[in-house]
């Protein structure tokens, strides 16, 4: 049961244009959401996070949207550099004891490759 | 941001054979650590959380007599493949989480790559 879904396992943008990567998710229980960054070969990086009680988070050029009627975040990048290209993975987290094992605990999308054009 | 770092970030052994992969909190004390593999093109897949001085607790499917966690300080963890075969092969990340290392953010050490011949 994939919990977190990214549905586009892939996203090519013109550089200084905006990338808007979409992720779904089922759980209600979450009341957190992550977005990494991850190049090959190396483990991810933590880009941005928003917690549900909130419907936008913006750090820079990153924005995290969350909908949680819809149960969906957007990370929205702009303007978009060659350098952000890589793979972003969204994540989730749920309380402990609400269907989460212990703190911290994430669960993962499968992930969407950007690649930004110059 | 909390420094976690993994070593050895590649290894080739062969078959049959056991692996160490350690993990480090540099400057927090990890509390819980967990580790995630990840296929290629796939998403990362967490393995089991450990917490200092207890347990694991390894997810649905994964073997835990296969896989030993072991968390004996606040920061070190490590993960050893035993009996290593080629379907272990695989890139195994860890990550951790506790004291001064934020509030909701995991930080994920580098990475260790492992092929079984």
């Known amino acids: 049961d994939q919990q977190v879904k990214q549905n586009s396992p892939s996203l090519s943008v013109q550089e200084g244009r905006i990338s808007i990567l979409n992720c779904d998710y089922t759980?209600?229980?979450?009341?957190?959401f992550l977005w990494y960054k991850k190049y090959p070969a190396e483990g991810p990086t933590f880009l941005i996070s928003i917690s549900s009680i909130k419907d936008k988070n913006e750090d820079g050029r990153f924005t995290v949207f969350l909908n949680k009627s819809a149960k969906h975040l957007s990370l929205h990048i702009v303007p978009s550099q060659p350098g952000d290209s890589a793979v972003y993975f969204c994540?989730?987290?749920?309380?402990?004891?609400?269907?989460?094992?212990?703190?911290?605990?994430?669960?993962f999308g499968q992930g969407t490759i950007l690649t930004v054009h110059p | 941001g909390a420094v976690v770092s993994q070593h050895p970030s590649w290894v080739i052994c062969k078959s049959g054979t056991s692996v160490k992969i350690e993990c480090r909190s540099l400057d927090f004390q990890a509390t819980t650590m967990f580790w995630y593999r990840q296929f290629p093109k796939q998403s990362l897949m967490l393995m089991a959380t450990?917490?200092?001085?207890?347990?694991?607790?390894?997810e649905q499917g994964v073997e835990k007599d296969k896989f030993l966690i072991n968390h004996a300080s606040l920061t070190l963890s490590t993960l050893t493949v035993t009996s290593a075969h080629p379907e272990d092969s695989s890139f195994y990340i860890c990550?951790?989480?506790?004291?001064?290392?934020?509030?909701?953010?995991?930080?994920f050490g580098e990475g260790s790559r492992l092929t079984v011949l």
């Open positions: 990550s951790a989480s506790g004291l001064g290392s934020g509030t909701g953010e995991l930080f």
């Open positions: 759980n209600s229980m979450f009341d957190y």
């Open positions: 450990s917490n200092e001085g207890s347990k694991a607790t390894y």
């Open positions: 994540a989730a987290r749920a309380p402990k004891g609400a269907g989460g094992t212990s703190y911290g605990k994430l669960t």
